[in-house]
Structures are given as structure tokens and as C-alpha cells.
């Protein structure tokens, strides 16, 4: 967000503020995203206070509980337009500062983090669920648009290797999403958004909720808007050193749900992929050796 909702007022009112409460006003200011993506709880655990001295801020600022401030927040968020310019810019500075290996590392870093935190308890079991829900699904429709189209290509593309039935809503002429009109309660769309978040994914999965079918999201904050119309959520980080955010968690997240789709598969994942097999062996598709022959 480019301006933080609360910052005037935390400023006017800080000096007539106790110790603890200038502390979670710090934390407010500091933090502005965070106020809309992360519990109370957590909020207040990171700023070293007890959730009560939040809530009493919240009464302090003139707001019913600390809800309203989140929800001003979450607000603020879903507002935000990309800046890709902008940061670009601070990237440029903090590279010729740091030096390109410097800016490399730092990425690669965030990238590493970004994909253990898909390995904590809650993380796992959401895509457990996920996974399973999947593999009981009649058809899968993989929906990812601009950025998002990576993951939700692989995930389509895994499930065809696997002889799971799946359509990726992407096609010429503005046709991609006509498929999921067939598309019924035993059915799953994947919809992969993040911030900044394209319109169209949100309306086809608010579609897809009116007709009944089942919405799984992979997307960057359990208050983004794929995430309000979708029966389960995946949450992915997308935070970077970069101008651009990181989509190595939602493309990781992409191939381990297919992965675990795959081991329920059974016999026909079996004899899908040995029939993929023998039919790229009669085509030639792949080179068998590493050393490619040069021509005279």
C-alpha cells in the first residue's frame, strides 16, 4: 500500500499514548501490510505485546476492537495497484549499493525461506486437503492468469501426465474460459492470484462458486479476494528483493499438490504414465544421451 490508512492519526495521538500502546502504534506503522494479512495474535507476538494492548489501541484511536483496523487495512490492500516502476527503482539503487551477486543471494535466500514455510504443520495439511480433493474430482480446471499462469499451467500439465482429467482455461481468440460453463459440483478449479490480483481470475472463480463447483486458491493472504471465493485456500509468500514478487512458492506448491495427486492414483496413474512413456519413445520427443551430435 502506498499510504499507511492510519498514520495521521497514530502521529496526533502517540505522544498522549502509554509505553505499550506507542509500541503497538509502532508496530501499526512499521508493519502496515502486516496489520491486514496476520492475526491479532501473531501481530501482537511479533511486537512483543499481549494481544489485549493491541485492542486497547484500537479503543484508544477511537475504533469498537482492533477487527476495524484490520478490516481498514485489508481495505487498503485489496486497493493497491501495481508499482512495478516504483520498485524497480528502489531494486536498482539497493543493487548498485550491494552489487549483483549480493542482490542474487539475497533472492535466492528469500526463495529457500519462502519454500520452507510450505513445510509448516498448517501449510502441510492444507495441502493435503487440497490434494485430495483433487483427486476425488470428477475434472480439474487450472485457471492462472499473467504471472499466475506458470503454476497453474504445471499443476494442469502434471495431472495429464498422470491421466487425471484436467483443462487449463487458456485459449486463443478470448475462448479460454468458456470450458468451465460445462463444469459442475463434482468438479475443482484451481485458481492460482496473487497481488497484484487480475480481475478476471476472481470472476470466473466467483462464477464457479454460484454453480456449485468446488474452488481451491493458491494465493498470497487468506484476505485476498480469490481467497473470499474459494472453498480452501493455500496461501503462498511472494515477498522479494526483487521488483517483481515471487512466484517460486506458488509453482512449488503447484508441483507437490501434483505430486500427491499422482500417489492416489493408483494403477491408472500407472498405466497413464506408461502409456506417456512409449508414445514420446515412438516419437523421438526426448534426446537420449546428454551429447547432442553436431551437425557437419
Known amino acids: 500500500m502506498e499510504k499507511n490508512p492510519l498514520e495521521e492519526t497514530i502521529l496526533a495521538a502517540f505522544d498522549g499514548m502509554s509505553a505499550q500502546l506507542q509500541a ?12 491486514a494479512l496476520l492475526s491479532m495474535r501473531e501481530q501482537a507476538r511479533q511486537a512483543g505485546l499481549q494481544p489485549a494492548t493491541m485492542t486497547r489501541l484500537a479503543k484508544h484511536l477511537g475504533f469498537e476492537g482492533y477487527e476495524d483496523i484490520r478490516s481498514l487495512y485489508r481495505a487498503a490492500v485489496r486497493g493497491d495497484a501495481p508499482n512495478f516502476a516504483g520498485r524497480v527503482s528502489e531494486q536498482a539503487q539497493h543493487q548498485k549499493l ?3 551477486q549480493f542482490l542474487a543471494g539475497e533472492m535466492l535466500m528469500t526463495f529457500g525461506r519462502q519454500a520452507a514455510s510450505l513445510a509448516e504443520p498448517d501449510s502441510l495439511a492444507r ?4 490434494s485430495a480433493r483433487i483427486s476425488a474430482a470428477r475434472e480439474v480446471y487450472c485457471l492462472g492468469l499473467r504471472s499466475s499462469h506458470a503454476p ?3 499443476l494442469h500439465y502434471i495431472l495429464s501426465l498422470i491421466g487425471k482429467r484436467s483443462t487449463l482455461l487458456d485459449g486463443i481468440g478470448g475462448t479460454g474460459t468458456d470450458p ?8 475443482v478449479l484451481v485458481a492460482v492470484s496473487v497481488l497484484p490480483y487480475t480481475r478476471a481470475t476472481i470472476e470466473i472463480a466467483d462464477y464457479a462458486r454460484e454453480r456449485g463447483i468446488r474452488v481451491v486458491a493458491i494465493t498470497d493472504s487468506p484476505v485476498a479476494p480469490l481467497a473470499q471465493s474459494a472453498d480452501m485456500a493455500l ?6 528483493p526483487s521488483f517483481f514478487h515471487s512466484m517460486v512458492p506458488a509453482f512449488a506448491a503447484a508441483e507437490i499438490v501434483g505430486a500427491l495427486v499422482a500417489g492416489h492414483g493408483g494403477d491408472e496413474t500407472l498405466s497413464a504414465l506408461s502409456e506417456f512413456d512409449e508414445r514420446l519413445a515412438a516419437l523421438g520427443t526426448h534426446l537420449t544421451s546428454r551429447n547432442i551430435r ?3
Open 294 to 296: 553436431k551437425t557437419p
Open 152 to 154: 497453474a499451467w504445471h
Open 127 to 130: 495441502i493435503a486437503d487440497i
Open 180 to 187: 468451465i460453463g460445462r463444469a459442475g459440483p463434482e468438479d
Open 98 to 100: 550491494k552489487g549483483d
Open 235 to 240: 496461501i503462498v509468500r511472494t515477498d522479494s
Open 24 to 35: 503497538a502504534a509502532r508496530y501499526i506503522l512499521d508493519h502496515p501490510r502486516d496489520i
